[in-house]
């Protein structure tokens, strides 16, 4: 029972305890209000001032400078693209036999930088939405202008410019280049908007442009040895093939990517050896070479199309 009563009297006098330092706490709280009003009603500003927190700047890892700089090696690439386009163009104009044959050169190279700048980019994970549009920007003047400037001074310019019964001739060449420069910005637009074929990405709509100005590089570097086109009839062929290349680019006829092929993997050697003879090939006789894979690559996809769209037709027909 005493102790019972010792514990009662305990809890009682620490609750009193309590409860005088919470009206302790109350009183000198009120004293503090009732003080920091009389000092404001004086004309003296009590306010506490503002505390700021100061943000971290975390230094930039080794890693993280590292991946800054992987994002400038696909735009170096699309810059490399760029300055071949542009190098292409001046030698047109300027018309010798080399000349021509070094535009097109550049254009060649142009399509391999163009090649390889999308894929470092989805190799390294550093796509982004800036990078594909200075892509498509760089392909305008590579396979757009370029190509249309090479095929008209090639053609037309130096052969007939003094010749006045070829100024009809002249109007349809113009026309024609030009056709051909809009065709690839009307696809490369597609492009952006729509990309590749629905369901995958191992079919392009449409010629890619990189092959369709390398039909054209391909035939003024096969013809190098000799003088631009001095034939009017060859010269209208000419630039009706632009026409012919300027239609598939704009067409929905489905063109191999060659995307869909696992490069980062490993190789069996025999792909390895064919890769070999292949370079080779191009390397030791590339006025033939290059002219046989840009046309067989053009003429195969449209060869495939027709035989789709008679094969389709002709299950039509037996439903």
């Given at each position: 029972?005493?102790?019972?009563?010792?514990?009662?009297?305990?809890?009682?006098?620490?609750?009193?305890?309590?409860?005088?330092?919470?009206?302790?706490?109350?009183?000198?709280?009120?004293?503090?209000?009732?003080?920091?009003?009389?000092?404001?009603?004086?004309?003296?500003?009590?306010?506490?001032?503002?505390?700021?927190?100061?943000?971290?700047?975390?230094?930039?890892?080794?890693?993280?400078?590292?991946?800054?700089?992987?994002?400038?090696?696909?735009?170096?690439?699309?810059?490399?693209?760029?300055?071949?386009?542009?190098?292409?163009?001046?030698?047109?104009?300027?018309?010798?036999?080399?000349?021509?044959?070094?535009?097109?050169?550049?254009?060649?190279?142009?399509?391999?930088?163009?090649?390889?700048?999308?894929?470092?980019?989805?190799?390294?994970?550093?796509?982004?939405?800036?990078?594909?549009?200075?892509?498509?920007?760089?392909?305008?003047?590579?396979?757009?202008?370029?190509?249309?400037?090479?095929?008209?001074?090639?053609?037309?310019?130096?052969?007939?410019?003094?010749?006045?019964?070829?100024?009809?001739?002249?109007?349809?060449?113009?026309?024609?280049?030009?056709?051909?420069?809009?065709?690839?910005?009307?696809?490369?637009?597609?492009?952006?908007?729509?990309?590749?074929?629905?369901?995958?990405?191992?079919?392009?709509?449409?010629?890619?442009?990189?092959?369709?100005?390398?039909?054209?590089?391909?035939?003024?570097?096969?013809?190098?040895?000799?003088?631009?086109?001095?034939?009017?009839?060859?010269?209208?062929?000419?630039?009706?093939?632009?026409?012919?290349?300027?239609?598939?680019?704009?067409?929905?006829?489905?063109?191999?990517?060659?995307?869909?092929?696992?490069?980062?993997?490993?190789?069996?050697?025999?792909?390895?050896?064919?890769?070999?003879?292949?370079?080779?090939?191009?390397?030791?006789?590339?006025?033939?070479?290059?002219?046989?894979?840009?046309?067989?690559?053009?003429?195969?996809?449209?060869?495939?199309h027709i035989v789709r769209f008679l094969r389709h037709r002709l299950v039509a027909r037996t439903a």
């Open positions: 029972m005493r102790g019972c009563r010792q514990g009662r009297e305990f809890r009682r006098d620490g609750a009193e305890s309590q409860a005088e330092l919470r009206t302790g706490r109350r009183k000198s709280g009120n004293r503090g209000t009732a003080r920091s009003t009389l000092l404001r009603d004086m004309g003296w500003d009590m306010t506490e001032p503002e505390q700021h927190q100061m943000p971290f700047i975390e230094k930039p890892t080794r890693r993280a400078r590292l991946r800054r700089g992987i994002f400038l090696i696909p735009s170096l690439f699309t810059v490399a693209n760029l300055l071949c386009g542009y190098y292409a163009s001046i030698a047109a104009l300027v018309g010798g036999k080399e000349d021509f044959d070094h535009a097109a050169k550049a254009i060649g190279l142009a399509i391999l930088f163009d090649s390889m700048d999308g894929r470092i980019a989805r190799m390294t994970g550093t796509n982004t939405e800036f990078g594909v549009q200075f892509d498509s920007l760089a392909d305008v003047v590579s396979f757009g202008i370029a190509p249309a400037i090479l095929a008209y001074a090639w053609g037309y310019r130096y052969a007939f410019a003094g010749s006045g019964n070829f100024h009809q001739l002249g109007e349809f060449a113009w026309i024609c280049c030009l056709t051909f420069l809009i065709c690839t910005a009307w696809r490369l637009a597609r492009f952006n908007v729509k990309g590749m074929e629905p369901g995958g990405n191992k079919n392009f709509v449409g010629m890619p442009t990189p092959a369709a100005a390398g039909v054209v590089a391909a035939i003024i570097h096969a013809r190098h040895y000799f003088d631009p086109i001095s034939d009017k009839n060859w010269a209208i062929l000419w630039f009706v093939l632009l026409l012919a290349l300027g239609g598939l680019m704009t067409s929905t006829v489905r063109y191999y990517s060659f995307k869909d092929i696992p490069w980062s993997r490993k190789q069996p050697s025999f792909t390895i050896i064919l890769m070999f003879l292949l370079v080779a090939v191009i390397w030791r006789y590339s006025e033939e070479a290059l002219v046989i894979i840009a046309g067989t690559y053009a003429v195969v996809g449209l060869v495939l």
